[in-house]
C-alpha cells in the first residue's frame, strides 16, 4: 500500500521569512496531492492540490512541487504569517480502475510556528 | 446548501457501550471517506463510499466497526464494543463526483471511551 513520509515534524519560523514541508509517497500510482491546513480543534481545509501531470503550482503566497521521478512534493510558503501557524498534512491518493479512490493517505503533519 | 455536517460533536462512551456517528455530506456529493484521526497524528483512512457503494472498507481497523450509506447520502459509522484505544477523532469528508477533487472535511466526532 501507499506509505506517505513528511517531514519535518515542527518547523518554526520567523513572520516574513519562508517555510516548507517535504512529503514523498511511494506508490507510482498515486496522482493526487493535496495539502490541508488544519487548526487546533478544527476541520482539514484544502490549501493546495496538484495533480501528477503537473510540476508545479502557484496560488499567492502558496507553491508546491511535485517530482513523479523521486516521489516527492513539497509546500512552499512565502512571506510567512502569524495565522499560518498551524499544522499541515500532506496526502496521495490513487484512482480505483473503476474510477473514483481508494486509500486516501495522509501524511503524519508538520506543525507551523510563525513568531511575530 | 451547507457544508458536510457530523453529529453528535462530541461524544463519551464507556468501554463497551455502541456508538453510532453521523455524517450529512454536501448534497449531490458522489463520494465520502470515513477518517480516524489521533491526536497529534494524520487522519487515517478507513473506508470509502461512492454512492451507496461501499468500494474500500480495508482500513477499518477490525470488525467491531462497520459503515453504512444505505441511500447514498447519510452515512453512518457504528463501532461495536467500544475500546479505549478507539478514542479519537472521527472525520467524514466528502467529494463532488467520484473521480479527483476536493474533499470538504466535516467538523468530526470527538470520541472519548472511558
Known amino acids: 500500500g501507499e506509505n506517505v513520509e513528511q517531514h519535518p515534524s515542527t518547523l518554526s519560523v520567523q513572520e516574513g521569512d519562508s517555510a516548507v514541508i517535504k512529503c514523498t509517497y511511494s506508490?507510482?500510482?498515486?496522482?493526487?496531492f493535496p495539502w490541508y491546513k488544519q487548526e487546533l480543534g478544527k476541520r482539514p481545509q484544502l490549501i493546495i492540490d496538484?495533480?501528477?501531470?503537473?510540476g508545479e503550482k502557484k496560488d499567492q503566497r502558496i507553491a508546491v512541487t511535485l517530482n513523479k521521478t523521486a516521489k516527492h512534493f513539497s509546500l512552499h510558503i512565502t512571506e510567512t504569517q502569524p495565522e499560518d501557524s498551524a499544522v499541515y498534512f500532506c496526502?496521495?491518493?490513487?484512482?480505483?480502475?473503476?474510477?473514483?479512490?481508494?486509500?486516501?493517505?495522509f501524511g503524519t503533519g508538520t506543525k507551523l510556528q510563525v513568531i511575530p | 446548501g451547507a457544508g458536510v455536517s457530523q453529529s453528535p460533536r462530541y461524544k463519551v462512551a464507556k468501554r463497551g457501550q455502541d456508538v453510532a456517528l453521523r455524517c450529512d455530506p454536501i448534497?449531490?456529493?458522489?463520494?465520502l471517506f470515513w477518517y480516524q484521526q489521533a491526536l497529534g497524528q494524520g487522519p487515517e483512512f478507513l473506508t470509502y463510499?461512492?454512492?451507496?457503494?461501499?468500494?474500500?472498507k480495508s482500513g477499518l481497523p477490525s470488525d467491531r466497526f462497520f459503515a453504512e450509506r444505505p441511500e447514498g447520502s447519510v452515512s453512518t459509522l457504528k463501532i461495536q464494543r467500544t475500546q479505549q484505544e478507539d478514542s479519537a477523532v472521527y472525520l467524514c469528508?466528502?467529494?463532488?463526483?467520484?473521480?479527483?477533487?476536493?474533499?470538504?472535511f466535516g467538523p468530526g466526532t470527538r470520541l472519548t471511551v472511558l
Open positions: 506508490d507510482s500510482a498515486s496522482n493526487y
Open positions: 448534497s449531490g456529493h458522489v463520494s
Open positions: 496526502a496521495a491518493l490513487k484512482p480505483l480502475v473503476s474510477g473514483g479512490y481508494q486509500k486516501v493517505t
Open positions: 463510499f461512492q454512492n451507496e457503494a461501499q468500494l474500500d
Open positions: 469528508a466528502s467529494i463532488e463526483g467520484a473521480s479527483y477533487n476536493e474533499q470538504f
Open positions: 496538484i495533480r501528477s501531470n503537473v
